[in-house]
């Protein structure tokens, strides 16, 4: 019997955040072990030229009111997307619905299908509860995705931090890392770990270049 979700009940993913439970016994219901510690992601050691996204996200800090979750998605979280996306030539999914059970709905704020990497905006910027929704979501996406990868990758960000969690699908662990990446202090890292989730294990992916 679930510990803390009603049964009658329809949760969606960003309902998760707003529940009253400690985030161990809302994911156990989901079949969903967590624990927190420091991981070794994968990271990129090409070239990079983030000069440019540095001047994009510094402006953005200069002269923008980074008060809303919109300004946060559009000023912060989506260029350093966009950048990601050029270097790996990879499609976002943006805003993606997914439906799996009545308590694994929702929409995918990223998603990059051909690595199965999600990123979500954490919800007033609270990285614990955005670590639920983004349990949630690897539960789900471990249910709905034909891929044979052992590991899902997710990141819960703010705009200014980003903390990265990868999903045990054999054993339905949710690792957190403990490391946060603060923007723009931490651009590069936080970029050579997003190109090497959505390069890794693709024998044919060619060396990283700048992008034109």
């Not at 919109?70 to 270097?87: D, G, K």
């Not at 614990?128 to 996406?141: C, D, I, K, M, R």
């Amino acid at each position: 019997m679930p510990k803390v979700l009603d049964p009658n009940e329809t949760y969606t993913f960003t309902r998760y955040t707003e529940l009253p439970y400690d985030r161990e016994d809302i994911l156990a219901d989901l079949h969903c072990t967590i624990s927190s510690q420091t991981l070794s992601l994968p990271r990129s050691s090409g070239d990079l030229d983030l000069q440019d996204l540095h001047l994009i996200l510094q402006a953005a800090f200069q002269f923008t009111t980074i008060s809303s979750e919109q300004a946060r998605r559009e000023f912060l979280i989506a260029p350093i997307i966009s950048q990601v996306c050029r270097y790996t030539q990879q499609k976002v999914r943006v805003e993606y619905p997914l439906l799996v059970s009545n308590w694994l709905r929702g929409t995918l704020d990223y998603y990059f299908q051909a690595n199965n990497l999600l990123i979500i905006e954490a919800t007033r910027e609270n990285l614990y509860s955005g670590f639920t929704q983004l349990g949630a979501e690897l539960v789900a996406l471990d249910q709905w995705t034909d891929s044979a990868s052992p590991i899902l990758y997710g990141a819960v960000t703010t705009g200014q931090i980003w903390q990265f969690g990868q999903f045990e699908r054999a054993s339905r662990h949710l690792t957190e890392d403990l490391t946060l990446y603060r923007v723009p202090q931490e651009l590069e890292d936080l970029v050579r770990i997003l190109i090497g989730i959505l390069t890794e294990s693709r024998p044919s992916a060619q060396p990283i270049s700048s992008p034109a």
